[in-house]
């Protein structure tokens, strides 16, 4: 099982960014995926999970209609599209596969 993801940046307050994620090495439309963040000095968090068809999303509280997950499963490809991003939200934002398997991680900064 291997997650890739990419997208990752600098954007100032109210910036949108997409980050992808690229996985391979197992049966990807059967099996829900999720993204994670870790903001420095804290416990990674989930943000938000989707359903192995992408019927079904769930988010964290604090990204609730900011953030919107989406996958493409003709590309192994899941996203997360972040929109009105606020200082908080930088961190390591990570792809989590069955395994649980975890990406390397993208870096999130929102900066002005």
């Known amino acids: 099982v291997q997650v890739v993801e990419s997208g990752g940046g600098l954007v100032q307050p109210g910036g949108s960014l997409r980050l992808s994620c690229a996985a391979s090495?197992?049966?990807?439309?059967?099996?829900?995926m999720s993204w994670w963040r870790q903001a420095p000095g804290k416990a990674r968090e989930q943000v938000a999970i989707?359903?192995?068809?992408?019927?079904?999303?769930n988010y964290a509280d604090s990204v609730k209609g900011r953030f919107t997950i989406s996958r493409d499963n003709t590309k192994n490809t899941v996203y997360l599209q972040m929109n009105n991003l606020k200082p908080e939200d930088t961190g390591v934002y990570y792809c989590?596969?069955?395994?649980?398997?975890w990406g390397q991680g993208t870096q999130v900064t929102v900066s002005s």
């Open positions: 989590v596969a069955p395994g649980p398997s």
């Open positions: 989707i359903s192995h068809a992408g019927s079904s999303t």
């Open positions: 090495g197992f049966s990807f439309s059967n099996y829900a």
